[in-house]
């Protein structure tokens, strides 16, 4: 992010002798939508001013780079936006090439994972039951999948799939993550089952969750995933600012009533300007008669991007066992 063109010549000549592609943004605005699942991020010092007052959420692996004389020292402004590093030219391109290089394609796994947020238009609209049924969909075709509970007072996922009972660590045994997490280590320590992964909170006493630990944990799952579906709390904190922005596609899940609509519209205009995409889902039945597209319309204020109505209930008396093991359509089908 600069706005600088021979800072911007420079970066690009070393990020070609790292073997990588980058993303160029003038500014925080440009910046944003890429912000939080890049896996390393430079910010020139002509737009740490700009960075800051923009109020972007903290990330890992980022670094402020400056020339000689221009940034000396750095510390001060770097720790303000929470750069990791500070890198001045010319005596840091070997280091910020070798930093490009650990994100060159041929290192970077697979591939980059799809990422999909749910939230609620109200409490108990059924996003988690719709999240767990996309994880447990896309587990069955094949797709290596990772569900992220990111609501530290919603009692836990893990209950949504009766997976209460499995070993593997929770978010209170990973708050410390602050930096580069190993998809695989973090796969091998997580309660899964098949090619479905869970992070889920436990029942224990309420802890915040860091950003820093959310954002190394989107990193690994995009780099360690083919699927990541996030389970967004409706009073929006930092870690679910990021997995909003993180998100290809978020979904708003809201019943077809009146006050869950109007409920609806005020955690609309919260997220909208996170997400790059956010569309609607409307759950029935609609006691007053509501019509889907009057819900959905209501919500957003306008046209929305996508309308899903669920003709059934999408919480049958299975979930309320834990079991999610013998539907046979995934949870929330129409």
């Not at 896996?39 to 402020?64: E, H, I, N, T």
């Not at 007053?288 to 899903?308: F, H, M, N, S």
Request: hydrophobic share 45%.
């Amino acid at each position: 992010m600069t706005s600088d063109d021979g800072l911007l010549d420079d970066l690009l000549r070393l990020a070609a002798a790292g073997g990588t592609e980058v993303e160029v943004a003038a500014d925080p605005a440009a910046a944003r939508s890429r912000w939080s699942p890049a896996p390393l991020v430079l910010v020139g010092d002509d737009q740490a001013q700009p960075c800051l007052r923009a109020r972007l959420p903290r990330r890992s692996r980022m670094v402020l780079v400056g020339r000689t004389g221009q940034l000396d020292p750095g510390w001060e402004i770097a720790e303000l936006i929470g750069a990791e590093h500070v890198a001045t030219l010319p005596a840091a391109e070997p280091w910020l090439v070798d930093r490009f290089a650990e994100c060159a394609p041929d290192r970077a796994g697979d591939g980059v994972a799809r990422v999909v947020a749910v939230l609620g238009g109200r409490g108990g609209a059924g996003a988690s039951i719709l999240a767990g049924g996309l994880a447990v969909t896309a587990a069955r075709a094949r797709l290596r999948t990772l569900l992220v509970d990111a609501d530290p007072l919603g009692g836990g996922l893990d209950l949504v799939l009766g997976w209460e009972q499995l070993d593997g660590l929770r978010w209170p045994a990973l708050t410390d993550a602050d930096g580069r997490v190993d998809p695989p280590a973090l796969v091998r320590a997580l309660p899964s089952r098949g090619d479905l992964v869970v992070l889920s909170w436990d029942r224990g006493d309420p802890l915040p969750l860091p950003a820093p630990a959310m954002a190394a944990t989107l990193d690994a799952a995009r780099r360690g995933r083919d699927f990541v579906v996030v389970d967004v709390p409706r009073h929006l904190d930092d870690p679910a600012v990021l997995a909003l922005q993180a998100a290809d596609q978020a979904f708003l899940v809201v019943p077809a009533e009146l006050r869950a609509t109007a409920a609806a519209a005020r955690v609309a205009a919260a997220a909208a300007p996170h997400c790059a995409q956010l569309s609607v889902v409307v759950r029935g039945p609609a006691p007053g008669r509501l019509k889907a597209v009057e819900v959905a319309c209501g919500t957003t204020g306008g046209t929305p991007t996508l309308l899903v109505l669920l003709r059934r209930h999408p919480t049958p008396g299975r979930v309320y066992r834990g079991d999610s093991r013998h539907r046979r359509r995934p949870v929330g089908a129409p």
